[in-house]
Nanobody
């Protein structure tokens, strides 16, 4: 059973920073792309940032220059460093990973989400 567990959300003032972590656990063969998505109330879920197993990254225009995604392949963990946070960054942040088990092709897995609230 593959699981993604996120941590690091919380309440922060505008201009502040938070670091999200997501670790994949269970029995599997490999992880391809890992990423962070977010969903604000009344809005659709959107991609925030993603990173391939080789380290190539992609960012939403709204977070470029403020957020940094990274991963530790040995720990099956992806991070999202969020700086200069704005109220519009308030959302539930979800971790996503493309994971291949030993007996099937790649499947997409989601974490349960962690709340990030930016408010004074």
């Amino acid at each position: 059973q593959v699981q993604l567990v996120e941590s690091g959300g919380g309440l922060v003032q505008p201009g502040g920073s938070l670091r999200l972590s997501c670790t994949a656990s269970g029995s599997f063969f490999s992880i391809r792309t890992m990423g962070w998505y977010r969903q604000a109330p009344g809005k659709e879920r959107e991609l925030v940032a993603s990173i391939t197993s080789g380290g190539s990254t992609k960012y939403a225009d709204s977070v470029k220059g403020r957020f940094t995604i990274s991963r530790d392949n040995a720990k099956n963990t992806v991070y999202l460093q969020m700086n200069s946070l704005k109220p519009e960054d308030t959302a539930v942040y979800y971790c996503n990973a493309e994971i291949k088990s030993y007996y099937s092709t790649f499947n997409s897995y989601w974490g349960r989400g962690t709340q990030v609230t930016v408010s004074s």
